[in-house]
Nanobody, 123 residues
């Protein structure tokens, strides 16, 4: 049973940085893609970034490209999202996700989710 535990959210001023963590357990993740999504109030959950666990290939949404970086620590089975130059519009609940069905930018194709961590960016 795959389990994902998100952490690292908080309150930060505009222009600041945060690093989110996703601790993964319950499987070997060599065939998985790991992803980060976010959901703001009254908005749909949106794709931000993904990483292929085995090859380390990365993918980003245009809205965060150049500001956010997804990475992993194999030894700790942990995926990170480094977020720089944060803006008030980045305020949302951020979710880690995993899939072994191939890379997808579509929310419903990712079967495993963390519980979410709140990020609030003040202006």
């Amino acid at each position: 049973q795959v389990q994902l535990v998100d952490s690292g959210g908080g309150l930060v001023q505009a222009g600041g940085s945060l690093r989110l963590s996703c601790a993964a357990s319950g499987s070997t993740f060599g065939a998985y893609y790991m992803g980060w999504f976010r959901q703001a109030p009254r908005n749909e959950r949106q794709f931000l970034a993904a990483l292929g666990w085995s090859a380390g290939d990365t993918y980003y949404a245009d809205t965060v490209k150049g500001r956010f970086t997804i990475s992993k620590d194999n030894a700790e089975n942990t995926v990170y999202l480094q977020m720089n130059s944060l803006k008030p519009e980045d305020t949302a609940v951020y979710y880690c996700a995993a899939t072994n069905a191939g890379l997808s930018y579509t929310v419903y194709t990712w079967p495993y989710w963390g519980q979410g961590t709140q990020v609030t960016v003040s202006s």
